[in-house]
């Protein structure tokens, strides 16, 4: 839906600005933190449980007995919204590319590109997070690897809406 709005307002209203555009959906964004204090200043919205805080989970093996204790760090809204502030340009630059793309290529076609990104999610997980690749996952990436090339063939003959310049 997003793709399509982003498509009509590049070719109906002749709007060539994906960086403006980009901005525009970005700051939206900044509504949200607001109203949800609002909402639980007011209580209308249950607390997300994002004080820190430190828990110790048990370990149990196959037949329920304890075998090991370790403590899991929780992190806090404090935490999050420094690792929003850290991702939050990287996540401009992805729209503004993607908005870019989008004026320029049909609807499908941008869907597809940017449906890889489970493509370089997985392998950036693998080498940067020490994330292990096991064949579940890896089938679950080919299975969305196969329906981007079921959609992509689907476009090629006429299913898709095209770009116009």
């Given at each position: 839906g997003a793709a399509v709005l982003k498509q009509m307002i590049f070719q109906d209203f002749n709007f060539d600005k994906p960086l403006m555009l980009s901005y525009v959906c970005n700051a939206c964004y900044i509504f949200h933190c607001p109203i949800y204090l609002l909402g639980r200043c007011c209580g209308w919205q249950p607390a997300l449980g994002w004080e820190s805080r430190t828990e110790e989970e048990i370990l149990r093996n196959d037949h329920g007995q304890e075998r090991d204790r370790k403590v899991v760090h929780i992190?806090?809204?404090?935490?999050?919204?420094?690792?929003?502030?850290?991702?939050?340009?990287?996540?401009?630059?992805?729209?503004?590319?993607?908005?870019?793309?989008?004026?320029?290529?049909?609807?499908?076609?941008?869907?597809?590109?940017?449906?890889?990104?489970?493509?370089?999610?997985?392998?950036?997980?693998?080498?940067f997070t020490g994330e292990k690749a096991r064949k579940s996952k890896a089938l679950g990436v080919t299975f969305c690897l196969v329906g981007n090339v079921l959609t992509q063939v689907g476009d090629s003959k006429g299913g898709g809406s095209q770009a116009t310049s």
């Amino acid at each position: 839906g997003a793709a399509v709005l982003k498509q009509m307002i590049f070719q109906d209203f002749n709007f060539d600005k994906p960086l403006m555009l980009s901005y525009v959906c970005n700051a939206c964004y900044i509504f949200h933190c607001p109203i949800y204090l609002l909402g639980r200043c007011c209580g209308w919205q249950p607390a997300l449980g994002w004080e820190s805080r430190t828990e110790e989970e048990i370990l149990r093996n196959d037949h329920g007995q304890e075998r090991d204790r370790k403590v899991v760090h929780i992190s806090g809204l404090r935490e999050a919204m420094v690792a929003g502030l850290a991702i939050a340009p990287i996540w401009f630059l992805a729209q503004w590319t993607y908005n870019s793309g989008v004026a320029y290529t049909s609807v499908t076609s941008s869907t597809v590109i940017s449906s890889t990104s489970v493509v370089w999610t997985f392998v950036s997980a693998v080498l940067f997070t020490g994330e292990k690749a096991r064949k579940s996952k890896a089938l679950g990436v080919t299975f969305c690897l196969v329906g981007n090339v079921l959609t992509q063939v689907g476009d090629s003959k006429g299913g898709g809406s095209q770009a116009t310049s």
